[in-house]
């Protein structure tokens, strides 16, 4: 049953938050931080994270300097992956809290400053979600099944599934229902886990139920939404095979019949509508992947959404000639549409960057500092400002990813982008919570710790403080829609915005730089500001008067510690 708001003290609906000084396009130069919420912070201390865990540690991010959060699921379901199959939308799952601890952190974090994304999940629904249950019993041809894609099976007894399309967990697309009567039945779609049957977007009812969800949240104050397999929504006419083999990727060169379909983009001009009924600059923010970046830009079109993630940047190696064509690509294809490039380094589905890249933290500093250089908007997921790598040996028995599960999926290891954030240097949980944490953490993590870290000049965390704090303040940062490239050795990316200059490293050994671009305002490891830039190390720099810094940040090297 849906939760209704309102009770226990609560106000039904909050107010979004007032653009700083006037300040209008938030979003165009944001930095997001996602929080994934089971291993953000635990409140209650049964091991997973919850909302007012979040709550709670809501003060640390707006010292950390981000701009808004976005919240991955909370709602209500099985768990099946992960809070990706929702019985209910406008419910909160017990294990998370309330829709009171909802309202209760999107008010706290307005006071703090910062705005509040939540993901939505349109393109499936739990297989325990009212309307795939009413649809099982009703059998086939009736009104529920319509709104889902159920089919006859091909063969002479409908055994086989209606096409070829293969779930991106591994294995068909298809699962079979057995009848009332016990009979072998129809097959239904399910582009990921058997327990996540795919809605028929066709359907004016799936259209209509999520113009209401969008208008529940934007009641609550949220300020937009991160729109989960935003690609997946509209499969071709007919479901006609792919004739392709092999797994299937999220991110390939060839167009599919279900996903990136043209149809899309119809359901977003309307999503926008919606988002446009509500005051304080609401936005939407596609995660899209799409053969290039060409395709990106549709979703993101003035009548359309705001952003959509730069999976294509994320996953671009470490490499100086590649991560210049990525950033041309991507700021080419933005510009036309007028909308913010973004940018991200790891996320709840990838290898954290620390370990994906190689090179080990100083390269994962240098990476997060060009990042943050580039125009537009980024990204930055839970525990990367503290330098954290990829749990790599979580034994079987702990893992949850459902494709770790499946024969043939994506690699199944997504839980070691997952473990519980460390907070403090010590306790059972290194202060995630009072006691353990549903996924366990290394034991050397206490020294990457929030409290291990902070106010330590040379930290990680202190790296990513102090970025943000200059990003806010310098001119040459934040939005944009260019960079002048400049001349520079082998190996290393220089860039000009205004009076600012980024310098990154890529090579392996120390590069000479043809001149020293100006004053020095951050490293990502020690650097004394000199024409010698040491390998794995970004640089900025202020060209204006006396390479002048905003107030209030002193320039200099940081260290290369946690």
Not at 126 to 145: K, N, Y
Not at 277 to 286: D, L, Q, S
Not at 361 to 372: D, E, G, I, V
Request: net charge negative; with cysteine; hydrophobic share 35%.
């Amino acid at each position: 049953m849906t939760q209704q708001p309102g009770h226990a003290g609560t106000p039904a609906t909050a107010d979004a938050l007032p653009p700083r000084a006037g300040r209008t396009g938030w979003w165009r130069d944001a930095v997001i931080y996602q929080v994934y919420p089971r291993s953000f912070a635990d409140a209650d201390g049964d091991g997973m994270g919850d909302l007012a865990g979040v709550r709670s540690r809501l003060p640390y991010l707006a010292r950390l300097g981000v701009d808004a959060v976005w919240l991955s699921p909370f709602y209500a379901s099985p768990q099946a992956d992960a809070g990706y199959d929702v019985t209910d939308y406008r419910a909160v799952d017990p294990r998370f809290g309330s829709l009171p601890d909802a309202a209760a952190l999107i008010g706290e974090a307005h006071r703090l400053g910062l705005r509040v994304i939540v993901d939505i999940v349109p393109n499936h629904s739990s297989d325990r979600h009212p309307w795939f249950q009413q649809a099982l019993d009703e059998g086939p041809g009736s009104p529920c099944r319509a709104r889902y894609h159920f089919r006859p099976g091909r063969g002479e007894d409908g055994e086989l599934p209606p096409n070829d399309w293969e779930s991106v967990f591994g294995g068909p697309a298809w699962t079979r229902v057995k009848e009332s009567d016990g009979s072998p039945g129809e097959w239904y779609l399910h582009l990921f886990a058997p327990e996540q049957p795919d809605f028929d977007w066709q359907h004016p009812a799936v259209r209509d139920e999520f113009r209401t969800v969008l208008r529940f949240w934007l009641d609550m104050g949220v300020d937009g939404f991160r729109i989960d397999v935003a690609h997946g929504l509209v499969k071709a006419p007919g479901l006609p095979d792919t004739g392709e083999s092999g797994q299937l990727r999220l991110l390939g060169n060839a167009r599919l019949p279900f996903f990136d379909q043209d149809g899309v983009h119809e359901i977003y001009r309307d999503w926008r509508r919606v988002l446009e009924e509500y005051p304080g600059e609401r936005i939407g923010v596609a995660e899209a992947w799409t053969p290039d970046s060409g395709r990106t830009a549709r979703y993101v079109r003035p009548d359309e959404l705001h952003q959509a993630f730069n999976f294509h940047y994320l996953q671009t190696g470490w490499d100086a000639g590649a991560l210049r064509a990525v950033v041309d690509e991507s700021l080419e294809a933005m510009r036309p549409v007028g909308a913010p490039a973004t940018w991200v380094l790891s996320n709840h589905d990838v290898v954290r960057h620390r370990t994906r890249l190689g090179g080990g933290l100083p390269r994962a500093r240098a990476a997060a500092l060009l990042m943050l250089a580039l125009p537009g908007s980024a990204y930055v997921y839970q525990g990367e400002e503290l330098g954290l790598p990829e749990v790599t040996d979580l034994p079987d028995a702990v893992r949850q990813d459902p494709s770790f599960f499946r024969d043939n999926g994506q690699d199944g290891l997504r839980d070691g982008c997952r473990v519980p954030l460390p907070w403090e240097q010590r306790g059972p949980s290194f202060g995630f919570g009072t006691a353990g944490s549903w996924l366990p953490q290394p034991g050397e993590w206490g020294e990457l710790s929030v409290a291990a870290q902070s106010d330590r000049p040379d930290s990680t965390l202190e790296l990513y403080r102090t970025a943000l704090r200059l990003r806010r303040g310098h001119p040459g940062l934040g939005a944009g829609d260019a960079v002048e490239w400049l001349p520079a050795p082998d190996g290393v990316l220089a860039f000009r915005r205004g009076t600012f200059v980024c310098t990154a490293n890529t090579g392996e050994e120390t590069a000479e730089l043809p001149y020293v671009p100006g004053g020095l305002l951050l490293a990502s490891g020690p650097y004394d500001g000199g024409t010698a830039l040491p390998a794995d190390t970004t640089a900025w720099w202020s060209t204006g008067p006396d390479g002048e810094k905003p107030d209030g940040v002193a320039a200099g090297a940081a260290g290369t510690g946690a």
